[in-house]
């Protein structure tokens, strides 16, 4: 189970201030049906850091969606002002950059804020 925010807040108020145990504090309170394997890992924490927050940089790291992907996709989606007619396809970028399509069309929506269209012939 899970741990809210109050009850990170409340466990560690009652481990600083008191000194429980992680069988006392799931023992003070019953009704909110804590483990106590979440609760030891939880004082673990505590008392380590000195806080209940996530260690920085503890997840996931971004591999295509880095900063300077970011760059080079915009450079290449848009047409340059000076040079009208320039802008690539999602298939073009992949093959000049090595960054894969899904990628590019992520970078596209959610970190430049464009949508994608995929060019077709006008039928006379």
């Not at 396809?89 to 959610?110: F, Y």
């Amino acid at each position: 189970m899970t741990l809210t925010v109050e009850d990170r807040i409340l466990i560690k108020a009652l481990r600083v201030e008191k000194g429980y145990g992680a069988r006392r504090i799931v023992k003070e309170y019953p009704g909110r049906q804590w483990t106590v394997s979440a609760v030891n890992r939880l004082l673990k924490k505590i008392d380590i850091t000195g806080s209940t927050d996530r260690k920085q940089g503890s997840g996931r790291p971004r591999s295509s969606s880095t900063a300077d992907n970011v760059a080079i996709v915009s450079e290449l989606i848009l047409s340059q002002e000076d040079q009208p007619g320039t802008h690539r396809t999602l298939r073009q970028i992949e093959a000049e950059t090595g960054i894969p399509k899904s990628s590019v069309q992520r970078i596209a929506h959610s970190d430049l804020s464009l949508k994608c269209f995929k060019k077709s012939r006008r039928r006379s």
